[in-house]
């Protein structure tokens, strides 16, 4: 096995040190958006995947705190075979390749998306209060702040001071009613790239946890049931609302009836589209990631589609449809609804 790098020298130093041979093969995968890389190695008929963070680059502290936790706590998360937290190294669980996005049709997706509510039920009743921040009303705020800091300025858009007003009190209502919501454990990325069918086992395997918080028990829900990389007709969505707020423990429904809950969704759910614009901009502008950009007409479609029922975000709406969806459409395309 040849090493091209010091790094590289050092990895094969240390897996051979835990697996106590040098007999094992090495194949590193392709990046995510961090510092982190990732390999898959082989011995003796195992698999096993390496995490690789350079630790003047990437902390794998808060990952393997919240992995372990998890772990402990029975949310399937890949077990940790190994650390070197003063190198930067990890050896973990081999959860495959099949993510569940490569599994969704019409036929699978009601066992799957039941099975996911699940785990999120049990993911949410795990006291977490004291191993993970709050989800804060100036966090949530400067995420939606991220549609004004990137995809504004990249479509020339200066809103006016009664347009500031608009966007500021929209922000400021849907950060509160994300807060009045009740506070439990959020993945903040569940969505179908980020769970795994493992080979012989019905539970998925949960992975891209480190961003954990404590915040909206809608938040997960709409992460996947509103995905920024697939959607599915409004009725079925309302359906799987139906039916997570049916698996909801009675503390959770207390003075909340379904109109409350779908109501919280719909405002969480907006939340995060209004984020995921600016992120996907930011992404491509600073970053110059382009793939998220065809990405960009559904979470729009989302964000109108959904708002459009409630009164109190007309005005946004109205900023929203009349000054930006030209200018938006001129450079990021429109959205056609495909059924599912």
């Known amino acids: 096995m040849q090493m091209n790098t010091q790094r590289e020298q050092l990895i094969h130093i240390w897996l051979t040190s835990v697996l106590n041979s040098d007999e094992f093969k090495i194949q590193f995968l392709a990046g995510d958006a961090s510092f982190r890389r990732y390999a898959r190695v082989e011995y003796k008929n195992n698999t096993y995947m390496l995490m690789d963070a350079p630790p003047e680059k990437e902390d794998c502290v808060p990952f393997v705190h919240i992995d372990e936790f998890f772990d402990r706590h029975g949310v399937r998360v890949p077990h940790i075979l190994a650390k070197d937290l003063v190198q930067g190294f990890l050896l973990l669980e081999d959860f495959g390749d099949v993510l569940l996005s490569t599994l969704l049709n019409a036929q699978t997706v009601n066992h799957y998306y039941l099975q996911a509510f699940a785990q999120l039920i049990h993911l949410q009743s795990i006291d977490g209060q004291d191993q993970f921040p ?27 001071s009664a347009e500031q007003d608009i966007i500021q009190q929209t922000f400021e209502l849907l950060a509160n009613t994300a807060l009045n919501q009740p506070q439990v454990i959020v993945h903040r990325d569940f969505h179908s790239r980020n769970l795994m069918k493992i080979q012989g086992e019905e539970e998925l395997g949960v992975i891209d946890f480190q961003d954990a918080v404590i915040g909206a028990d809608t938040y997960d829900l709409i992460s996947i049931t509103r995905d920024a990389y697939v959607q599915w007709g409004e009725d079925q969505v309302i359906t799987w609302f139906e039916m997570f707020y049916d698996l909801l423990p009675d503390t959770s429904k207390h003075h909340r009836d379904f109109e409350q809950f779908k109501r919280d969704a719909d405002f969480m759910a907006i939340q ?69």
Do not use: C, N
């Open 272 to 340: 995060r589209h209004i984020k995921i614009l600016g992120i996907f901009v930011r992404l491509f502008e600073r970053d110059g990631k382009s793939s998220y950009l065809k990405d960009l007409p559904r979470v729009m479609w989302y964000l109108l589609q959904e708002s459009r029922p409630y009164a109190e975000l007309k005005p946004f709406v109205e900023f929203i449809q009349y000054q930006v969806m030209p200018k938006f459409e001129q450079k990021y395309g429109g959205y056609e609804v495909v059924k599912k």
């Open 134 to 160: 709050a989800y804060t009303f100036e966090k949530l705020m400067a995420e939606m702040h991220l549609l004004t800091e990137w995809m504004l300025p990249s479509l020339d858009i200066q809103p006016s």
